[in-house]
């Protein structure tokens, strides 16, 4: 297995940043625009001025230590259960596209019926842990509904795409108290009052770079720390425009940001599982562009972990990244970039594992196939290599002997089909069969297999009551 | 910068691969079919069996000593010179292909007119430290010459178009003991006797897996030696054909390989620059194979690492590698997998860090243009993050403060050209600008760059009398 992470900063540098956070935490506060955050923050002695909050060292430590360092998120199928902090990274699907990209349009704007294909999709691709939430935004929904939100309409379809088409774990709703809300009550129908016992969803909490929180995110994230539910603070600081064009500074600021959100949560429910976030990167000084395809990226990633592993705390970051608007050789080697940083570096939750395009811009369905095997490969790299008499296989290497072939052994014959990884949308037919063929490139090759998965999804068994009382809260809200 | 190597083996693992190998060497031997190879080593004392030569772990380790850990290789321009084994890879083009793939026509037969257009992009290309040898095999040179080696014309032709087009330190032929003196002679045109102090060329020994060297090879490696021009010594084992289906097996037996290699460069001439080099990697087990975009090519590279670190040798392993037959997603993720991992495991000398497609069938204009950016980023990825009161810039954020802009900050607008890499094939126009425009891919964007190098390209200043009798050389012969 993998036996050293990613180190990019010298436990001197972890302490600078941690040590200039904290005095920015002190001196400079963090806005949470939001009376009811401030009164919690106040009631438990913590230094207000409107809805700024000031944090000393000792408090922001003192909420950490009730952060789980591990919590399992619970599937509908117990099988299907995830543990974030064990190690092991946890793959999820893109979130909050609001584009398409299609091999022979290009972008296109997503449907609620795309909505469902990618769901079917999330539960057939073999190394996508989560079924998701919001992997597109889909623009085909009529508004009309009882809330005041016009996007309930999105949101609850898009909850209940994932909890019928997918028995994996789903991502909750983070727009606002509302979306909250509506989570936890279809969790509840899902999974009985237990909901307040376990974790079942996960939600995205981002921060509002630099030093505050938006009143929507503020609410979301109260609501699923009363009901104990896990969430994810990240930062997405733009080097150069939303926080300093420092990758150091970056790191300091966002670790003020994260802190403040995280010890919010553990002052409303402590114990409430959380997660050291970040996707911070650098802008394009050309275009102004974010640049999410980029080396920068990558270096926050590896810093972001050894931050979270500083502070005990479960981390996600990174994932496929790109900058590339359709999967082409930039898109690939840019998201591999990204996702082996991500996985060497010992991130535990990574969002956005597969089928982003265009810097967060666009979905691309081949994409998410194609990322979904790099997530395969990355995985059966992390492994590593077993060392054992077995494996070294001396009195076999010395049998064959210098100009010998080890095709027909019986310890390759008996390990022929399991020792190595198996890839599906890669190709090693070969140049002559390529040439020869229809030449295929990556592309045409994810098409066929996403359209093969879809062609054979079922959704998997759901009993009739819960059934119906899902599609009846939907169609209630 | 990058603090920690991926590690893969523990100490306890390298000690038992190093030990299995030495009992190997000892029992079974490695066979050198080369009857002066042979009389070097008895001469100093090896147990030998007809071309069967054993190894004591004395011997061995004994021949080590006097490798040297760093080297520098001199370029005709001093300002190219490379430096292997100080920590930085130096990275080189691709090398064997007998074929190219052009976006439209597919496989096709190189020409000598190609090798030169490949010299003078190896040339261009700012992250190609070496200007190559043999990145493909052109198949339209007479035959014709005085020796009996019939890819003579090849071979000279390739060196001097590498030495004519770029002033970078170029690869050497190992096409046998002609191969190797015609790389001496032409190195005495241009560099003079010097030739015999320092090295200014290096050649690539391959092993005959298992257990073996050709007599070709054996032959280029002991004129190397004579000259005291570096070497790598590389095994490609095959996982399940020509090394036993475990890794730990094929790590074992390269071991063994590259070590009886060495020994033999330093028996005669202590002290010559010689690389632990590896390619080996596993077979797919359907088609049968070569898989160089693996997951289990990637461990072996990580793995090579740190067994050559073991020994203080310098090393030779990955690049950016893949199975996909033209320059797709596949390529470009399988790539990076490869060469980011080369990078962080330490590696010292990088073949193949451009250009190469098809498991090392065939060669890519475009994935040269590309894979090169991919050194570039993976450079800079490398470099890390400097943490310092100037980057951690806490008083520009404390100043800033929440809700505020960066943008037009001194401290931003002062570094805004040179603090983030920046892409020159790699696009960051942003999703709507592609989309209103061709909807280029990377494939396209890379065919412009090289086309537009190909065309700015001159040929790096050279006396006359120095390129006349290089000419003539390469008439002569």
Request: with cysteine.
């Amino acid at each position: 297995m993998l036996r050293n992470w990613s180190v990019f900063l010298s436990p001197n540098d972890i302490e600078e940043i941690h040590n200039t956070s904290m005095k920015l935490l002190a001196n400079g506060g963090v806005e949470f625009p939001d009376d009811e955050a401030v009164a919690v923050f106040k009631g438990r002695g913590f230094k207000t001025d409107g809805h700024r909050v000031y944090f000393s060292e000792e408090q922001v430590m003192g909420a950490l230590e009730t952060v789980p360092a591990q919590f399992t998120i619970h599937a509908r199928n117990p099988d299907k259960d995830v543990t974030v902090g064990d190690g092991e990274p946890v793959f999820a699907p893109a979130f909050g596209a609001p584009f398409l990209v299609d091999p022979d349009v290009g972008k296109r704007a997503p449907t609620m019926e795309d909505y469902h294909n990618l769901a079917k999709l999330a539960h057939a691709l073999p190394n996508q842990d989560l079924s998701g939430h919001l992997m597109v935004e889909p623009g085909d929904v009529p508004a009309g509904t009882a809330y005041p939100s016009t996007s309930s309409g999105h949101r609850l379809r898009m909850l209940h795409a994932s909890m019928v088409h997918s028995d994996k774990p789903f991502m909750g709703s983070a727009e606002g108290k509302i979306g909250a809300r509506h989570t936890m009550k279809m969790a509840t129908i899902l999974f009985g009052e237990e909901v307040r016992e376990r974790p079942v969803t996960i939600g995205l909490i981002n921060s509002l770079s630099p030093l505050g929180y938006s009143r929507e995110m503020l609410a979301a994230l109260m609501e699923y720390a009363r009901w104990r539910q896990p969430v994810i603070i990240a930062a997405l600081v733009m080097a150069g425009s939303t926080g300093p064009i420092t990758l150091a500074g970056v790191l300091m600021q966002q670790n003020a940001e994260l802190l403040a959100g995280i010890t919010l949560t553990q002052l409303i429910s402590a114990g409430t599982p959380v997660i050291y976030g970040s996707t911070s990167t650098n802008i394009d000084m050309k275009t102004g562009a974010l640049a999410i395809g980029s080396p920068e990226l990558s270096l926050v990633v590896a810093a972001t972990a050894q931050m979270a592993h500083h502070y005990g705390l479960p981390c996600r970051s990174g994932g496929a990244l790109t900058d590339a608007n359709s999967p082409d050789a930039q898109a690939g080697f840019e998201s591999m970039l990204g996702l082996l940083t991500t996985v060497n570096s010992g991130v535990d939750f990574v969002l956005h594992a597969a089928g982003i395009l265009s810097s967060y811009l666009a979905f691309s369905y081949e994409k998410f196939v194609l990322d979904d095997e790099m997530c395969g490969m990355v995985r059966r790299f992390r492994r590593g290599i077993a060392v054992t008499p077995e494996t070294l296989a001396y009195d076999i290497i010395a049998k064959v002997g210098p100009g010998g072939s080890f095709l027909m052994e019986p310890h390759t014959v008996k390990r022929c089909r399991s020792e190595f990884w198996q890839p599906v949308v890669c190709n090693r037919e070969g140049l002559e069969a390529w040439q020869a063929g229809e030449r295929q490139d990556a592309v045409a090759r994810a098409h066929q297999r996403w359209q093969k998965l879809l062609a054979e999804h079922e959704d998997p068994p759901l009993d009739a009551t819960t059934a119906r009382q899902l599609q009846a809260f939907v169609a209630e809200h």
